[in-house]
């Protein structure tokens, strides 16, 4: 779906989501140089991991890629949940108290803090696709795919 209708989706209607010709270059060039890093650690990201196969599949990322990236983040993903329900099992019940809260608080502030320094960073990473992939997105999604060795 990504693959073949993601990006004139995202074209037409991403202005609904705030999605502008910017940020989806942003986006294009950031899976370039960093989507198998996307795809594993988006498996620990509830909407990322929803979304991970859409925007690699837009983004063109090359399907042996995406294969290896998101099996080896599924099976880490599955097996420290897995472990970590097995092991913590019995003391889970105390993380309904004020440890659950404090935790909860700490995991807001912590989301909210990476927030902002992505928000912080947005203009500049910007500028660095604008320089990496110049002129419209199109060219260069149209064009065979350009090799994250290029970008260096």
């Not at 795809?39 to 983004?59: E, Y």
């Not at 909860?104 to 203009?123: E, K, P, Q």
Request: positive net charge; contains cysteine.
């Amino acid at each position: 779906m990504g693959r073949t209708a993601g990006y004139h989706l995202l074209r037409r209607y991403g202005r609904y989501i705030c999605l502008n010709e910017r940020q989806l270059k942003l986006g294009h060039y950031l899976f370039l140089k960093h989507g198998g890093k996307v795809v594993f650690f988006g498996r620990f990201v509830a909407v990322l991991r929803a979304w991970a196969a859409f925007l690699a599949g837009t983004n063109r990322m090359s399907w042996p890629t995406f294969l290896l990236f998101n099996a080896l983040g599924g099976v880490v993903w599955a097996s420290l949940v897995g472990l970590s329900g097995y092991f913590l099992g019995n003391v889970m019940y105390q993380f309904s108290g004020p440890i659950g809260i404090v935790t909860t608080v700490g995991a807001g502030l912590v989301s909210l803090a990476w927030f902002l320094i992505l928000h912080r960073h947005s203009r500049r990473l910007e500028d660095e696709a604008e320089r990496a992939l110049p002129g419209s997105l199109d060219d260069y999604l149209k064009a065979q795919p350009v090799s994250p060795s290029k970008l260096e």
